[in-house]
């Protein structure tokens, strides 16, 4: 069964730093590219990061202030979010694609950690 | 890029049928048959409904139907259900970046 399983979310000041980490479980996590996608509170989904194949993307919302990583021989995907922004308030999801293509969906996601950022 | 345009509800009764559109550009649904839906209820996580605009997921109920006609990608709830009520995002893959577009968001309430 996959699992995927989201933590290190919390209550940070603006400007400050947190980790995100995502354990997966159930799956050959080298073979996949992982999302990850957040949701600000009331609002809808917006896909922030993609890493697979050793490349990396990020929406431009974030750039050059969060960096996706991965650790296979962990089986964990990371999110390293950095000045950090009240905007930046919400529930974070891991998700996975399908292999050997472009992410055209994600079959399966994390139930997410709450990442609040206040002054 | 900009997210794709869904209307913000639809409603009906149980046992009708509804419909829910998603429009975007010749830059992703225009342009691709990689549409896909998920949905959401309160506090939980998206699940994955419809990929490649037509193709159910295995466990998902053939009540869920997806399409595409230019533009614009539907869902289609036959069969209407209390608990199907949730919220419902589509998403497409761009030409414009790797990560794809959400929709803004449907609320389906079973009136």
């Known amino acids: 069964e996959v699992q995927l399983l989201e933590s290190g979310g919390g209550l940070v000041q603006t400007g400050g730093s947190l980790r995100l980490s995502c354990a997966a479980s159930?799956?050959?996590?080298?073979?996949?590219?992982m999302s990850w996608v957040r949701q600000a509170p009331g609002k809808g989904l917006e896909w922030v990061s993609l890493?697979?194949?050793?490349?990396?993307y990020n929406a431009d919302s974030v750039k050059g202030r969060f960096t996706v990583s991965r650790d296979d021989s962990k089986n964990t995907l990371y999110l390293q979010m950095n000045s950090l922004r009240a905007e930046d308030t919400a529930v974070y999801y891991c998700?996975?694609?399908?292999?050997?293509?472009?992410?055209?969906?994600?079959?399966?996601w994390g139930q997410g950690t709450l990442v609040t950022v206040s002054s | 890029q900009s997210a794709l345009t869904q209307p913000a509800s639809v409603s009906g009764s149980p046992g009708q049928s509804i419909t829910i559109s998603c429009t975007g550009t010749?830059?992703?649904?225009?342009?691709?048959?990689?549409v896909s839906w998920y949905q959401q209820h309160p506090g939980k996580a998206p699940k994955l409904m419809i990929y490649?605009?037509?193709l159910r997921p295995s466990g998902v109920s053939d009540r869920f139907s997806g399409s595409k006609s230019g533009y614009t990608a539907s869902l289609t709830i036959s069969g209407l259900q209390a608990e199907d009520e949730a919220d419902y995002y589509c998403?497409?893959?761009?030409?414009?970046?790797?990560?794809?577009?959400f929709g803004t968001g449907t609320k389906v309430t079973v009136l």
């Open positions: 998700a996975k694609g399908p292999k050997n293509t472009v992410t055209r969906y994600f079959d399966y």
């Open positions: 159930g799956f050959t996590f080298s073979s996949y590219p």
């Open positions: 890493i697979y194949t050793g490349s990396t």
């Open positions: 010749s830059s992703d649904v225009g342009y691709y048959n990689y």
């Open positions: 490649d605009v037509s």
């Open positions: 998403s497409s893959h761009t030409s414009s970046s790797p990560l794809g577009v």
